[in-house]
């Protein structure tokens, strides 16, 4: 069975009309793999912790690959009004082991290393995955299909992470280079 999936969604547009959406990269993985997903939205910090606190809990194990669709700015997420550094999402402090975090957001991992290295020393998670750049939107849409399929292939581990890297640049290795995706583990960087 693959690891399945919770997308938390920001908003990437003010008003009341969604024209952009990640749905259909998750329904799109789902359909041609049976990856299983859990949709959400927050525009707002406190939504942002409600779902995640929801996320963390032992029922939700079978979702190890949180998908976090916001935008973004070097070491934060912009969640509604607020731009979060991502060294202050202590709601994640100490609960990410055996999981991942890939930030499907413009400049995040932009960040200095020492802040990265940080988020997964609190954080506990295997790895954390994302844009160094602001990127086009389709063509990160484009590479996170890839990313979804390899991370929910196999159990999320420091070795099958190794894995994770090798087989997603062999599959899209201008890709990664022209998006800036980098993938971090705790003291590690594989670009």
Request: glycine fraction near 8%.
């Amino acid at each position: 069975m693959r690891n399945g999936i919770l997308c938390l969604e920001g908003d990437w547009e003010l008003g009341l009309k969604r024209e952009r959406s990640v749905v259909p990269v998750l329904e799109l993985v789902k359909s041609q793999w049976h990856v299983p997903f859990i949709h959400r939205t927050a525009s707002t910090r406190d939504e942002f912790r409600l779902v995640v606190g929801e996320w963390l809990k032992a029922k939700y194990k079978n979702y190890p690959i949180l998908y976090l669709g916001f935008h973004g700015l070097p070491g934060c997420l912009q969640i509604g009004a607020d731009n979060v550094p991502i060294t202050d999402l202590f709601e994640f402090a100490e609960k990410g082991t055996g999981r991942i975090i890939h930030f499907g957001s413009c400049e995040t991992l932009s960040a200095h290393k020492s802040v990265l290295d940080q988020f997964l020393k609190m954080s506990r998670f295997v790895g954390i995955c994302g844009f160094k750049h602001e990127v086009d939107w389709l063509k990160s849409c484009a590479l996170e299909i890839l990313v979804l399929d390899e991370l929910s292939k196999r159990k999320i581990s420091a070795r099958n992470l190794h894995v994770f890297k090798k087989n997603i640049h062999s599959l899209a290795g201008p890709l990664v280079r022209n998006l800036g995706f980098q993938i971090w583990e705790r003291g590690r960087l594989y670009k």
